[in-house]
């Protein structure tokens, strides 16, 4: 393959490539990625040699022809987002700009270059919450987004199924559990937990603590992409006709959830944090709710099971891991 893989220096976009260039080193690898403030670029530093990065927007239409067109690229993995709900609460245009208009200029490039892959990570919070009761969401399902960033990764969704149903592109969109591990930016859950634990300060909770979360070792993640990308069937317009594009390629057959099936309350993902840490339950520090705060996520991953995926890390393995990363790190 040649590879584009945008939001590279981000957190799962990072091990995506870790992995994949020690996997698969006959690729060529071009990363893309506007290194804003959730970025670290050194997590490349073991594979700089192996890779081109650029900095730059996905939103820039010239850059990624050109990137496309002189690297020969045949598959893009995007990855880059703004990702930070609490954030797309305060100011939604990032959001917008980056999660929708980003996707829908790399779909003008793909358009342009019909035959190179795509591979669009989503998220399950395109789904909205659902009861305790509910039985996990499918692919075919409504999607009911809670928050502004939920919102931009629907709208984005819709853009690359219109975009599979009407120019025939190829793609795949992934929709994954919330990720753990380590290079993940300090303002989400887990590393909130741990940094305020290894610091002694108060570690915030959302209202009660009762929402729940379904925990994703971020390089399961990856195995399951890497999966999807070796066996998904390609839409392509040179093995298929436009009118042979059916409904189905694009509600459905071409989408995945990921998940691994390991729910939990957040209060007890930082019960167990502080535990494992050797600090006080007394830490816990109930704030207030946030807004529109989605209750609880839960997805099938029949698609992905069925190609063989399963998840390999253990809850406590993957934590342990994660926490040690961030104690070498505060
Ligand atoms: N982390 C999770 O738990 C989770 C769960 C479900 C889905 N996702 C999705 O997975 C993808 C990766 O998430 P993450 O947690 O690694 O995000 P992240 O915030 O850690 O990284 C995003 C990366 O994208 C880059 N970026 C942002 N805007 C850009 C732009 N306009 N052009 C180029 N690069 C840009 C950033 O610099 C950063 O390196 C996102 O699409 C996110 O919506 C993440």
């Given amino acids: 393959m040649n590879i584009l893989v945008t939001g590279g220096a981000g957190f799962i976009g990072s091990h995506f490539l870790l992995r994949h260039v020690q996997q698969q080193p006959a690729d060529s690898v071009v990363v893309l990625d506007a290194l804003t403030y959730a970025a670290d670029k050194t997590f ?26 002189e690297h020969a690229i045949d598959t893009i993995v995007n990855f880059a987002a703004e990702s930070h709900v609490d954030n797309s609460i305060v100011d939604s245009a990032p959001f917008l700009r980056t999660n929708i208009l980003g996707v829908q200029n790399l779909i003008e490039v793909i358009k342009a270059h019909p035959t190179i892959r795509f591979l669009h990570i989503s998220t399950d919070e395109v789904y909205g919450d659902i009861e305790d ?8 399902d409504a999607l009911w987004p809670s928050s502004p960033y939920a919102a931009s990764k629907a709208a984005a969704e819709m853009l690359v199924m219109a975009a599979i149903r009407t120019y025939g592109i190829h793609a795949a969109v992934t929709r994954c559990t919330n990720n753990y591990g380590p290079h993940q930016a300090a303002e989400k859950f887990i590393p909130t937990v741990i940094r305020h634990a290894l610091l002694g300060q108060p570690v915030p909770i959302y209202a009660e603590g009762k929402n729940k979360r379904d925990w994703l070792y971020v390089t399961d993640h990856c195995d399951a992409l890497e999966m999807i990308l070796k066996t998904q069937r390609p839409l392509s317009l040179d093995t298929i006709s436009r009118s042979e594009i ?18 939990w309350q957040n209060i007890d993902v930082a019960k167990k944090i502080l535990e494992i840490l050797g600090k006080p339950e007394s830490l816990l520090t109930f704030v207030a709710d946030r807004k529109g705060h989605d209750w609880r996520y839960c997805i099938d991953s029949v698609a992905i099971r069925t190609l063989g995926w399963k998840p390999q890390v253990a809850f406590d393995e993957g934590l342990a891991r994660t926490i040690d990363w961030y104690r070498s790190r505060v």
Avoid: C, H, Q, Y
Avoid at 133 to 140: A, F, K, L, M, Y
Avoid at 246 to 263: H, V
């Fill in 44 to 69: 490349l530093d073991p594979i700089k040699d192996a890779i081109t990065f650029v900095r730059g927007d996905i939103g820039d239409f010239a850059l990624v022809t050109k990137l496309v067109e």
């Fill in 133 to 140: 009761s509910d039985p996990p969401r499918t692919v075919g």
């Fill in 246 to 263: 059916t409904r189905d390629d694009t509600r459905g057959k071409n989408f995945f959830n990921i998940a691994a099936g390991n729910e």
